[in-house]
């Protein structure tokens, strides 16, 4: 039986955020603990930042909230945060955008495909490996090999469009 795609809709007007956040967080305890890795105190943070709305953020928006709150963080203590989330598949990197949203599911590795609102900057996350297979494929068909795909498209969200 398929599995829905949708891994991160785009938020409601009765969204519960926290609910996301602690979700995202449970995920990323329950994943380091089954493979072994370690989710620091400022890998957690930055986690939770990314995930405190549902739009791309920027290391540097980032690294700016951690200063906030700890004066000596500073720009390789974000970018090693995010290479271990990005390794560890807790977050996507937006290439278009240069930013980074968190991951509806981080268990097991995919693709993914991102929905991005032109208008406010929401992101939703989709998984269709239909999709993943057939951009794969189809490279291949023209004897290149795909190591990482990014799918994006940019368009309007039903809030943006009801608006």
């Given at each position: 039986m398929p599995t829905d795609p949708i891994l991160t809709p785009f938020e409601t007007r009765n969204h519960d955020h926290g609910r996301c956040i602690r979700t995202a967080l449970d995920q990323a305890r329950a994943v380091c603990r089954a493979r072994g890795l370690r989710l620091t105190p400022v890998r957690r943070r930055v986690l939770e930042l990314v995930w405190q709305r549902h739009a791309p953020v920027k290391a540097y928006d980032i690294l700016e909230q951690l200063q906030d709150e700890q004066r000596k963080a500073a720009p390789p203590t974000v970018y090693r945060a995010l290479a271990f989330l990005l390794e560890a598949g807790f977050v996507h990197r937006i290439e278009s955008l240069?930013?980074?949203?968190?991951?509806?599911d981080p268990s097991k590795p995919h693709a993914g495909q991102f929905l991005i609102?032109?208008?406010c900057r929401s992101v939703a996350e989709i998984?269709?490996?239909?999709i993943?297979?057939?951009?794969?494929?189809?490279?291949?068909?023209?004897?290149?090999?795909?190591?990482?795909?990014t799918v994006e498209l940019e368009g309007l969200c039903p809030r943006c469009r009801a608006a």
């Open positions: 240069n930013a980074y949203v968190g991951c509806g609102c032109r208008n998984n269709d490996p239909a993943t297979r057939v951009l794969g494929r189809e490279a291949g068909k023209l004897g290149f090999q795909a190591d990482r795909q």
